[in-house]
């Protein structure tokens, strides 16, 4: 189940505590149980994937096709549609629904969200330049950039020039974020560490891909406990 991914919407920060008086600051999601709309085999795309609902939308704000694709497969409207790759189809039939369950035996996910906009925003505060000198014959261009093309050749500006423009408002992956604890009868997930995006923006999540091999903080907690019980024996 771990191939797939749930939706969830970032409700904020807040800290958590351990036995040993740490405190860690984590990001809380609420997570939306996940509906198998489709399914799609590699017959007829060229790999078996299946497709998955997330949240409510009314009817009225449905397009004509989407109103007949939903009551074809006879099933609600979803807001999200999200197609996930798997490996076996078996395992999944349409209707079917996943929430936080399917992450009971993993430890770091994938998070992918929207960051925050913070409109057209000058080099210094989008790519923490320096700026030029505040004195000595510096006129009305401190918080400049500097120089931006070249000469005559090649007489253009480059692309990918680090310049004033839009600052945020772009899809980021945040990796191997450490899972502190879930509640699923409320439908939380308490992530360590922070998320891009504003409060209720929609994140995205999914097992690591990356193998990690770091220790959690409980199995850490679980380490020092048991060699401070080993020490009281020999004494």
Do not use: C, W
Not at 154 to 161: A, I
Not at 202 to 209: F, L, N, S
Not at 212 to 235: P, V
């Amino acid at each position: 189940m771990s191939e797939i991914g749930l939706i969830g919407k970032k409700i904020g920060m807040t800290r958590e505590f351990f036995k040993t008086g740490q405190s860690i600051p984590v990001t809380v999601l609420k997570v939306e149980k996940g509906r198998v709309i489709q399914l799609i085999d590699s017959e007829k795309r060229g790999y078996n994937a299946i497709q998955l609902g997330f949240g409510k939308i009314k009817n009225s704000k449905l397009s004509k096709s989407m109103k007949g694709y939903f009551s074809k497969k006879n099933t609600e409207a979803k807001k999200i549609l999200k197609e996930f790759r798997v490996k076996n189809l078996e395992e999944y039939k349409e209707g079917n629904e996943f929430g936080i369950e399917i992450f009971k035996d993993v430890k770091f996910l994938d998070i992918k969200s929207k960051t925050i906009g913070k409109g057209f925003a000058g080099a210094m505060k989008r790519h923490n330049f320096g700026g030029l000198r505040a004195s000595h014959g510096v006129s009305v261009s401190h918080r400049a950039h500097g120089s931006t093309g070249q000469n005559q050749d090649p007489g253009k500006v480059f692309k990918g020039k680090k310049m004033a423009g839009h600052m945020g408002d772009k899809i980021r992956t945040i990796q191997n974020l450490e899972i502190i604890k879930t509640d699923i009868e409320n439908e939380l997930i308490y992530l360590k560490g922070s998320i891009p995006g504003s409060r209720n923006s929609e994140v995205m999540m999914r097992k690591a891909v990356k193998d990690i091999k770091k220790l959690t903080i409980s199995e850490k907690i679980e380490i020092l406990e048991k060699s401070k019980k080993n020490k009281d024996k020999k004494k």
